[in-house]
């Protein structure tokens, strides 16, 4: 019944697209998520929230720096991870 298949996983163009894409919604998930949470807490109402922070000392621009980057080195490797997984 399905003759047709939709994408051949043995193009490098579609593997990479697929990539992209998936690396695309992992990303844009992560900041919807951790951004909506860092406005709230640390943006709009910090003094509500702050004698229940557990480290009382600010975080430096380095550590927010820091925690960016190997969020973004996780997505990729979650991307890399459902790539493969797609292309099995």
Do not use: C
Not at 63 to 80: D, M
């Amino acid at each position: 019944m399905l003759d047709t298949i939709l994408w051949d996983f043995t193009e490098p163009f579609i593997v990479g697209m697929l990539f992209i894409g998936m690396f695309s919604m992992v990303v844009i998930r992560y900041f919807m998520l951790a951004g909506g949470f860092y406005m709230y807490f640390y943006l709009w109402s910090p003094k509500k929230w702050q004698s229940r922070k557990i480290n009382q000392k600010p975080h430096s621009n380095k550590q927010f720096r820091f925690e960016l980057k190997y969020s973004i080195i996780t997505s990729l490797l979650f991307a890399l991870i459902g790539t493969l997984t797609a292309v099995a």
